[in-house]
T-cell receptor, first 116, second 113 residues
Framework: DGGITQSPKYLFRKEGQNVTLSCEQN?????MYWYRQDPGQGLRLIYY?????DFQKGDIAEGYSVSREKKESFPLTVTSAQKNPTAFYLC?????WGQGNTGELFFGEGSRLTVL | AQKVTQAQTEISVVEKEDVTLDCVYE???????LFWYKQPPSGELVFLIR??????QNEISGRYSWNFQKSTSSFNFTITASQVVDSAVYFC??????????FGKGTRLHILP
């Protein structure tokens, strides 16, 4: 079945360590997104990519990095510079985009990161 | 700047009651899209509806209905005859010409048996 796979589902990290969250999609979507969800904060956009080898910062990009070397993959690295990394991270892809003509987002099941 | 406000943080209703979730948005764009998503306890967000800024017709899908009013910048969501399975967090979202999708903070809905 087509969809978005995020891994790992749960991750523990010590302070000062970088960690990479995986996001893979087999929907042949061009656009992919990373969101962070905190209790009471809703979803906040970290980074998004509309095409391979290109990505843009969202509202809370500091302390994060991404790459988009392949259409189906959009990994997120949470670096040691991120001051409060404990959160639920959601990856999404978009079937259509362009000049505001944005379709529905398809979401993965999320990755819960806890910093010890 | 784009903004989505869901003023209701948490709502509890008894099963079979109707419930309306409010969504107010801000945008300077004339072309935009509005969305509603449902997040059940499993965590994965599920798409419910998309509405573009030029289509103000209300929509009904089974027990779900949406009221889009540009005059008040609102896109409210009503569940009729609520069921326990409707318990979830519901998010309203807005997209702009840059294809950024901005979410509200969500409304946690509890349907009590």
């Amino acid at each position: 079945d087509g969809g978005i796979t995020q891994s790992p589902k749960y991750l523990f990290r010590k302070e000062g360590q970088n960690v990479t969250l995986s996001c893979e999609q087999n929907l042949n979507h061009d656009a992919m997104y990373w969101y962070r969800q905190d209790p009471g904060q809703g979803l906040r956009l970290i980074y998004y990519s509309q095409i391979v080898n290109d990505f843009q910062k969202g509202d809370i990009a500091e302390g994060y990095s991404v790459s988009r070397e392949k259409k189906e993959s959009f990994p997120l690295t949470v670096t040691s510079a991120q001051k409060n990394p404990t959160a639920f991270y959601l990856c999404a892809s978009n079937r259509e985009w362009g000049q505001g003509n944005t379709g529905e987002l398809f979401f993965g099941e999320g990755s819960r990161l806890t910093v010890l | 700047a784009q903004k989505v406000t869901q003023a209701q943080t948490e709502i509890s209703v008894v099963e079979k009651e109707d419930v309306t979730l409010d969504c107010v948005y801000e945008t300077r764009d004339t072309t935009y899209y509005l969305f509603w998503y449902k997040q059940p306890p499993s965590g994965e967000l599920v798409f419910l509806i998309r509405r573009n800024s030029f289509d103000e017709q209300n929509e009904i899908s089974g027990r779900y209905s949406w009221n889009f009013q540009k005059s008040t910048s609102s896109f409210n969501f009503t569940i009729t005859a609520s069921q326990v399975v409707d318990s979830a967090v519901y998010f309203c979202a807005l997209t702009d010409r840059d294809d950024k999708i901005i979410f509200g903070k969500g409304t946690r809905l509890h349907i009590l048996p």
